[in-house]
């Protein structure tokens, strides 16, 4: 654990802790990895996004498992929730005012 002690808040401005130029051209990125792993080829002429596909499918369809959403969510994002609700006529909203307040 951390010590108190040494807990000191960033100075505004310029602060050697802070990376102002965000992460290096070149770092490596797990998303990319994993996506350059499941675009290459098998020795049996199938790619490993087919086969993992596959493997999914066959999972979801022979044990209830969260795996396949898991999986597609953090390919391909998750589903917007959809938002329901009774809108008054008389109601107005300012959007600028309720993002200010997050």
Do not use: H, W
Request: charged content about 35%; hydrophobic content about 40%; aromatic content about 4%.
């Amino acid at each position: 654990m951390a010590n108190p002690a040494s807990l000191i808040p960033f100075r505004k401005g310029k602060d050697k802790r802070r990376n102002l130029k965000g992460k290096p051209v070149g770092a490596l990125s797990m998303t990319t990895k994993i996506r350059e792993f499941l675009m290459e080829y098998g020795k049996d002429g199938e790619t490993n996004a087919d086969k993992l596909k596959r493997a999914m499918v066959l999972r979801a369809i022979t044990k209830s498992d969260v795996l396949a959403k898991e999986i597609l969510d953090r390919i391909d994002g998750k589903v917007p929730l959809p938002v329901e609700g009774k809108i008054d006529s008389n109601l107005t909203i300012q959007f600028a005012d309720v993002f200010k307040k997050c």
